[in-house]
């Protein structure tokens, strides 16, 4: 099966910066999309930012211009470097990823454990 890793989340001023990472592993044939979400309390999860197999990337309006998401094919790994942060952002982040499993060659949805980005002010 396949497993998310996410790492990089923490306690951050506002204005500062996170880089959050999140490693695929597993009986991977490919991913087709690689990104991240996020869920803030009393609010539904939302799209933050991914990379879909193109290498078109997708960003939520409200982190335009403040986070870039990159992708490391050959480590099956996302990135998610967060700039100027707000107390807006905080939120547990979840990695996401649709993965070709090398086992049955089908596209499975793969969600990680998910990590805790705080913006103080």
């Known amino acids: 099966q396949v497993q998310l890793v996410e790492s990089g989340g923490g306690l951050v001023q506002a204005g500062g910066s996170l880089r959050l990472s999140c490693a695929a592993s597993?009986?991977?044939?490919?991913?087709?999309?690689m990104g991240w979400y996020r869920q803030a309390p009393g609010k539904q999860r939302e799209l933050v930012a991914n990379v879909i197999s193109s290498g078109i990337t997708n960003y939520a309006d409200s982190v335009k211009g403040r986070f870039t998401v990159s992708r490391d094919n050959a480590k099956n790994t996302v990135y998610l470097q967060m700039n100027s942060l707000k107390p807006e952002d905080t939120a547990v982040y979840y990695c996401?990823?649709?993965?070709?499993?090398?086992?049955?060659?089908?596209?499975?949805?793969?969600w990680g454990q998910g990590t805790l980005v705080t913006v103080s002010s």
């Open positions: 597993g009986s991977i044939y490919s991913i087709n999309a």
């Open positions: 996401n990823a649709q993965a070709v499993t090398a086992l049955t060659y089908r596209t499975r949805e793969v």
